[in-house]
């Protein structure tokens, strides 16, 4: 089992930046994927970001350029720094973990962090 812990998120106005965390237990976190989602009211979840176990990103579109996902192995943590906010970037997000065992595929969420990003 793996544990989640984000924090970071807030209230902050358009142009601003924040830096969300993602804290993992468990002794295997370098070999985890892991990724940022986030939900909008009324919306389904997104991914936004991810990171692969050697460090290959990915990021949707609407985040590209703005956004930078990271990971710092020997802290079991996850970053996701965000620029250049905007009032659409508002959302729940959510650090997710992936952990492959054999041929088995698990995920893990944490509980989220609220962003909030004023106009």
């Known amino acids: 089992q793996v544990q989640l812990v984000e924090s970071g998120g807030g209230l902050v106005q358009a142009g601003g930046s924040l830096r969300l965390s993602c804290v993992a237990s468990g002794r295997t976190f370098s070999s985890y994927a892991m990724g940022w989602y986030r939900q909008a009211p009324g919306k389904e979840r997104e991914s936004v970001a991810s990171?692969?176990?050697?460090?290959?990103?990915d990021y949707v579109q609407s985040v590209k350029g703005r956004f930078t996902i990271s990971r710092d192995n020997a802290k079991n943590t996850v970053y996701l720094q965000m620029n250049s906010l905007e009032p659409r970037d508002t959302a729940v997000y959510y650090c997710k973990a992936r952990s492959v065992v054999s041929t088995r595929t698990y995920d893990y969420w944490g509980q989220g962090t609220q962003v909030t990003v004023s106009s």
């Open positions: 990171i692969s176990s050697i460090g290959k990103t």
